[in-house]
Nanobody
Framework: DVQLQASGGGLVQAGGSLRLSCAAS????????IGWFRQAPGKEREGVSC????????HYADSVKGRFTISSDNAKNTIYLQMNSLKPEDTAVYYC?????????WGQGTLVTVSS
């Protein structure tokens, strides 16, 4: 079965750090554009960061540039999002995503709560 299993969310104080992980099974990440999205309460889902197959140049939303880093470990078939200097406005459910022109897979989401 194809699956993306996200983990690593939690409660952290402003200024703190978290690392999200997303383990893929049933397919190989290096063939996909992989990314992280988030959805805050009452808001639409937005893109946070993406990278192609772990080898391309990463892209970041302006709101997280300089604070978040996307990476992948193809040997572990896992995507990561290192989040530093977290702010209360980063509070959201974070989703990992892997897509090609023909397929689009989503993880189940992991909640990040940043307290002020």
């Amino acid at each position: 079965d194809v699956q993306l299993q996200a983990s690593g969310g939690g409660l952290v104080q402003a200024g703190g750090s978290l690392r999200l992980s997303c383990a893929a099974s049933g397919f190989t990440l290096d063939d996909y554009t992989i990314g992280w999205f988030r959805q805050a309460p009452g808001k639409e889902r937005e893109g946070v960061s993406c990278i192609h197959g772990g080898n391309g140049s990463p892209h970041y939303a302006d709101s997280v540039k300089g604070r978040f880093t996307i990476s992948s470990d193809n040997a572990k078939n896992t995507i990561y999002l290192q989040m530093n200097s977290l702010k209360p406005e980063d509070t959201a459910v974070y989703y990992c995503n892997a897509k090609t022109w023909a397929t689009n897979y989503w993880g189940q989401g992991t909640l990040v709560t940043v307290s002020s």
